[in-house]
Nanobody, 121 residues
């Protein structure tokens, strides 16, 4: 069974930085794209950033120039470095991965449990 475990959330002042990590555990799988989504209170979940297995990246316009997504394929881990944080970045951040189980077709989405990021003075 594959699990995604996130870490690194917390409380930070405006202008500060945080680094989120998400590691996939288990065996017998390959990971395609990995990404981060977030959901603020009363709002829909939205894409923050995504990175393919080849390293191509895409970002939401609201975080371009402030957030950087990266991954370590050997560790099945994705990171989100967040800088110049704003109060509007406050949300629960969810890790997402397209996981192909060996011997099966397709790569359905797997989700982490979420980690709270709060930007406040």
């Amino acid at each position: 069974q594959v699990q995604l475990v996130e870490s690194g959330g917390g409380l930070v002042q405006p202008g500060g930085s945080l680094r989120l990590s998400c590691a996939a555990s288990g065996s017998g799988f390959s990971i395609w794209a990995m990404g981060w989504y977030r959901q603020a209170p009363g709002k829909q979940r939205e894409l923050v950033a995504v990175i393919t297995s080849g390293g191509s990246r895409n970002y939401a316009d609201s975080v371009k120039g402030r957030f950087t997504i990266s991954r370590d394929n050997a560790k099945n881990t994705v990171y989100l470095q967040m800088k110049s944080l704003k109060p509007e970045d406050t949300a629960i951040y969810y890790c997402n991965a397209e996981v192909q189980i060996w011997g099966r077709e397709g790569a359905p989405d797997y989700w982490g449990q979420g980690t709270q990021v709060t930007v406040s003075s």
